[in-house]
């Protein structure tokens, strides 16, 4: 079965400090999609980044950054220098590439904070 | 270029109510996706599409039905509203394994 878990429910940071978003994931399948979303309080799901399981290599867009390890079943989601517009719910999710061809399986997300 | 357009974006029922969420994309995706949103539980697939004519049940499809009548309608049916079915529910299309894209949401209150 397919999983994702999200432990922080919420984080508070103050703006320009770094933050670092959880996410570990649970499947049987050698090929699947990992992804992140963001939810601003508008309530609109952003696309942030996708991720082939083949592709181990740790990705950079801005001050945003995400480090794949499949040893640790782990993509994490890095703020650097924060700013009030990154607070927003964050979610990360798992695709599988079976008979359900693109079908997501959330986390519960994680509400990010960031106070000026 | 509107992209994954749901309809409305809120409403109140009663409980007993039907109701009709509808969802349209104009990307001429294949795929297409219903989800809730609950506070604290993320994104739950009720139901899908993965071409026109066909649908699947999702994670959690008690309590609705879904219509799949040309490729860019999706529909999502309620019959006898309740208010466990109080969520945000949100549509979604693809191409064959690229992104999903979705709507803005359905705001849904059953009293």
């Known amino acids: 079965a397919q999983k994702v878990t999200q432990a922080q429910t919420e984080i508070s940071v103050v703006e320009k400090e770094d933050v670092t978003l959880d996410c570990v994931y649970e499947?049987?399948?050698?090929?699947?999609?990992l992804f992140w979303y963001k939810q601003p309080p508008s309530g609109e799901l952003v696309f942030l980044i996708r991720?082939?399981?083949?592709?181990?290599q740790n990705e950079i867009s801005g001050r945003y950054s995400w480090n794949f390890q499949k040893s640790t079943s782990s993509f994490n989601f890095t703020i650097t220098a924060s700013q009030v517009v990154d607070s927003a719910v964050y979610f990360c999710?798992?695709?599988?590439?079976?008979?359900?061809?693109?079908?997501?399986?959330f986390g519960r997300g994680t509400q990010l904070t960031v106070w000026p | 270029n509107a992209g994954v357009t749901q309809t409305p974006k809120f409403q109140v029922l009663k409980t007993g109510q039907s109701m009709t969420l509808q969802c349209a994309q104009d990307m001429n995706h294949n795929s297409m996706y219903w989800y809730r949103q609950d506070p604290g539980m993320g994104l739950r697939l009720i139901y899908y599409s993965a071409s026109e004519g066909t649908t699947d049940k999702g994670e959690v499809p008690n309590g609705y039905n879904v219509s799949r009548l040309n490729k860019r309608e999706f529909s999502l049916r309620l019959e006898s509203a309740a208010p466990s079915q109080t969520s945000v529910y949100f549509c979604?299309?693809?191409?064959?394994?690229?992104?999903?894209?979705f709507g803005d949401g359905t705001r849904l209150s059953i009293l």
């Open positions: 499947t049987r399948d050698t090929t699947y999609y």
């Open positions: 979604a299309s693809q191409y064959n394994d690229q992104p999903q894209h």
């Open positions: 991720r082939n399981s083949f592709d181990e």
């Open positions: 999710a798992l695709s599988d590439r079976g008979s359900t061809l693109g079908r997501l399986y």
